[in-house]
């Protein structure tokens, strides 16, 4: 179906009928979840079998920063699999050196080995594998507010409530606190004191911990699912001296804020860090074949120059996810997308969602940069409560379904987590299809007025 097809309501029934019968979705309860049948998606775009067309404000799962079906990255997919579909990891591969290459010269500093995976959290469980060979401790720090994948030593170390259900033994992991003046942690009123004080809290939970067992820290350069907190200036640069005084690992997680997201290719660019470890996943080849990694730095990569690295999986650089890496990658120098991005977030993104923050009493802050922009919803500007309380459901997350949906009424496609909605749209989106989400936001904030004090 393309989107100038026929709406076919009847197809679109079966595939949810199909869909109902035998797949089993992630993070719902299967009975009560009705999945969207999706016909068929093209740059900023997707549309139903019902003839519904949406804006997509969450690019699929923060992942299509090229948009969908780009045709560069569809035809190099498609070449790839008549050249060669696959080849196991042990083999030095064409395609494979050549994403690597290019990922790794794009990656700050001396981050000139990658190591390949199917996806975010195995990058994360990989760095921490390396960062204990390397430093030979076990404790690893991460922050609240933050998600880092939903395997093991991922979930164990994602800080949001969503660990609480599969938390089993949080083996070696610490949470602590990262700043975040809108809700601080800290009960500071300004950005600087902010910073000074999670810094503090930091050493001091390392201090306590014993610094000589603490292996890594692993840390979202920006949070995205939790919130798109920006850090105060200072604060990574803190964090980078910490880590260098005390011989701990820097894991920076950029499997979201990566690849062009917030207007430049690593958002470690924007605060002048250098991570020991960075991990990606996602925008590396907009999600069009499954594809994460590490970052390695010299010094962790020589660890493993005459010991063996013990780990890999089997689909590890697989050809047809470097070959749409590739091509990804060449598109984002090509149309120059890290630099459209961090533009239309200072020319329309920006400024458009401050705008609606001054006509809606129901938007508490507007937090991002480029493609990477959270509303925080309240019901009270003054007192700073969430429209809906933290992990609320049912009747107490009618306020948000109710948002969502008229975001949906009016044709934009939402991310919506707890209180909040992210703007979270292709780095390529055109300034029309800007102002068109904009518009659809100003239109369904006014249903989130309705539940303010
Ligand atoms: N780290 C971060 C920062 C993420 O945003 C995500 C996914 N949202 C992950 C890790 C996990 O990635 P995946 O779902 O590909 O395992």
Not at 34 to 55: I, K, M, Q, T
Not at 85 to 114: H, M, N, Q
Not at 140 to 154: F, M
Not at 414 to 429: K, L, S
Request: charged share 20%; hydrophobic share 45%; with cysteine.
């Amino acid at each position: 179906m393309t989107p100038h097809a026929e709406p076919d309501p009847q197809a679109g029934a079966a595939v949810k009928a199909a869909d109902r019968a035998h797949v089993f979705h992630s993070w719902s309860a299967q009975g009560l979840i009705d999945p969207l049948a999706v016909a068929g998606a093209e740059g900023s775009y997707f549309w139903d079998y019902e003839g519904n067309r949406y804006l997509d404000f969450t690019s699929g799962l923060v992942y299509t920063n090229i948009g969908y079906q780009h045709p560069r990255v569809v035809e190099a997919i498609q070449e790839q699999a008549g050249r060669l579909t696959t080849f196991a990891p042990a083999f030095a591969l064409d395609v494979r050196s050549e994403a690597a290459r290019l990922i790794a010269e794009r990656t700050p500093g001396d981050l000139d080995k990658i190591f390949f995976t199917n996806g975010g959290a195995e990058a994360v469980e990989n760095a921490v594998r390396m960062a204990r060979l390397h430093t030979g401790r076990a404790k690893v720090l991460s922050a609240y507010r933050s998600y880092h994948g939903a395997t093991s030593t991922a979930i164990n170390l994602t800080g949001d409530p969503r660990r609480w259900a599969s938390d089993t033994a949080s083996a070696g992991v610490v949470h602590f606190w990262a700043p975040f003046p809108y809700r601080s942690p800290f009960y500071s009123s300004t950005e600087a004191e902010e910073c000074a004080r999670a810094l503090r809290h930091l050493e001091d939970t390392i201090a306590y911990e014993g610094p000589a067992t603490v292996a890594a820290i692993v840390l979202e350069t920006i949070p995205g699912t939790a919130g798109i907190m920006t850090p105060p200036p200072g604060y990574l640069a803190g964090v980078r001296e910490i880590c260098d005084r005390h011989g701990i690992v820097l894991v920076l997680d950029e499997v979201m804020a990566g690849f062009g997201r917030t207007g430049r290719w690593f958002a470690a660019e924007h605060y002048g860090v250098v991570p020991d470890l960075l991990t990606f996943a996602k925008g590396v080849n907009s999600g069009y074949v499954p594809l994460g990694g590490v970052a390695i730095s010299a010094e962790i990569a020589a660890t493993f120059d005459k010991r063996p690295y013990p780990g890999g999986l089997t689909y590890s650089g697989h050809p047809l996810a470097c070959a749409a890496a590739v091509a990804t990658i060449r598109v984002m120098e090509d149309e120059k997308v890290v630099e459209h991005a961090a533009h239309i977030g200072e020319t329309v993104l920006g400024p458009g969602l401050r705008a609606l923050a001054e006509r809606h009493p129901s938007v508490g802050e507007v937090r991002g940069l480029g493609a990477f922009w959270a509303l925080d919803l309240v019901r009270d500007r003054e007192t700073r409560e969430p429209l809906v309380p933290y992990n609320a459901s049912g009747d107490a997350a009618a306020p948000m379904a109710a948002f969502g949906a008229a975001c949906k009424r009016n044709g934009l496609w939402p991310f919506i987590n707890m209180n909040r909605t992210h703007a979270v749209p292709a780095c390529n989106i055109t300034e029309a299809e800007a102002k068109e989400g904009l518009a659809a936001l100003d239109a369904a904030l006014t249903v989130a007025d309705q539940h303010t004090v």
